[in-house]
């Protein structure tokens, strides 16, 4: 991949890292502002847990997708950044501008929702 392409590619990442920085401390303030609420009867307290349950849901998915988005600026550093961490092969560039965290090619990406590959770690 090109130099050009390269710093394209890093510079969407670091401005989604930022992003999902901001957003994983204001769900986690959220979160604890919802633990103060002192709900009065049962229908406030299961609206108030539901709350905190789902803000913890989405606190995790952003708390995974900014470590994707973390090790993707890794690759980017360590120059393995488009290539497949599972077989090695160049991930198509429409994909990378898809989802340029991504880890693995199509096929790979593909025989992992399967079942059919391990999660590696990278």
Not at 18 to 39: K, W
Not at 83 to 104: D, F, Q, Y
């Amino acid at each position: 991949m090109d130099k050009k392409k390269l710093d394209t590619f890093k510079k969407r990442l670091e401005t989604r890292q930022q992003e999902l920085r901001r957003t994983v401390t204001r769900t986690q303030a959220d979160g604890r502002s919802a633990d103060e609420d002192t709900a009065q009867d049962i229908a406030d307290r299961a609206a108030s847990s539901y709350n905190k349950e789902f803000l913890f849901s989405q606190s995790n998915n952003d708390r995974q997708l900014l470590q994707m988005v973390e090790g993707a600026l890794v690759r980017i550093r360590e120059g393995s950044f488009g290539e497949c961490i599972s077989c090695g092969r160049e991930i198509n560039p429409k994909r990378l501008e898809a989802v340029p965290w991504t880890r693995h090619c199509i096929e790979c990406q593909e025989k992992l929702e399967q079942g059919l590959l391990e999660e590696a770690r990278g």
